[in-house]
């Protein structure tokens, strides 16, 4: 069975923390992509990836960094954890030769306090 | 500037009836579209798509209308059940592809009661 792994399902940080979320693919795809879910926003681009060591801003990057130094994962850094950024977070992945075939991983709820 | 509404935030349906979950988009260039469902504290699934080029789509229990001219699309569930009840999200590709990421509407919370 195919899968998008997140290392947290919950997570608890403090103001001014640099937080890293990690997402791990098992699918080979090229493509990856963070969004956060919040209440009545829906789901919202933050970064992608198309390939190793490419990265994309999204619609709200501000606050967020990315790595992907392999093609299977590809990490979501907050470099210094503010109480606007506590959310859920959704890795994701799709093949280019796939159209539209999006996995996402279970989430992460982030907290910061 | 949103480019894929879904101005109900949510909606309750007995069991057994029909649930039509709707989306509208502005940008005539979008070309696929899909419906993604999503439990509390899981991942979004993804549901059911249509490309631009039909007006249809059916799934079992779960069709999809296109209206292109109204820039508008719907979910029908039929007949609904208690394992329905989620939030869905309707959401259109960036790019060619959906390499770029998809856009997604804000989500409708459906209910079904018994």
């Known amino acids: 069975d195919v899968k998008v792994t997140q290392s947290s399902r919950y997570l608890v940080k403090r103001t001014g923390e640099k937080v890293f979320l990690e997402c791990v693919q098992d699918?080979?795809?090229?493509?990856m992509f963070w969004y956060r879910q919040d209440p009545g926003l829906g789901l919202r681009l933050i970064y992608f990836?198309?390939?190793?060591?490419?990265?994309e801003k999204g619609d709200i990057p501000e606050g967020y960094s990315v790595s992907r130094e392999k093609k299977e994962r590809f990490s979501l850094i907050l470099e210094s954890a503010s109480t606007n950024q506590t959310s859920m977070y959704l890795c994701?992945?799709?093949?280019?030769?796939?159209?539209?075939?999006?996995?996402f991983g279970s989430g992460t709820r982030l907290t910061v306090v | 500037d949103q480019q894929v509404k879904q101005n109900s935030p949510s909606l309750s349906v007995q069991e057994g009836r029909i649930s039509i979950l709707n989306c509208d988009y502005t940008?005539?260039?979008?070309?696929?579209f899909l419906w993604y469902k999503k439990y509390p504290a899981e991942g979004p699934t993804f549901l059911i798509s249509?490309?631009?080029?039909?007006d249809k789509n059916e799934d079992g229990r779960f069709t999809v209308f296109l209206n292109k001219s109204a820039k508008h699309l719907s979910l029908h569930i039929v007949p609904s059940q208690p394992g329905d009840s989620a939030v869905y999200f309707c959401?259109?590709?960036?790019?060619?592809?959906?390499?770029?990421?998809?856009?997604f509407g804000k989500g409708t919370h459906l209910i079904i009661q018994p």
């Open positions: 990836s198309y390939d190793v060591k490419m990265k």
């Open positions: 940008n005539s260039m979008f070309d696929y």
């Open positions: 249509i490309s631009s080029i039909k």
């Open positions: 959401a259109a590709p960036d790019s060619g592809g959906g390499a770029d990421g998809l856009t």
């Open positions: 699918m080979d795809h090229e493509n």
């Open positions: 994701a992945s799709s093949s280019s030769g796939q159209h539209y075939g999006y996995t």
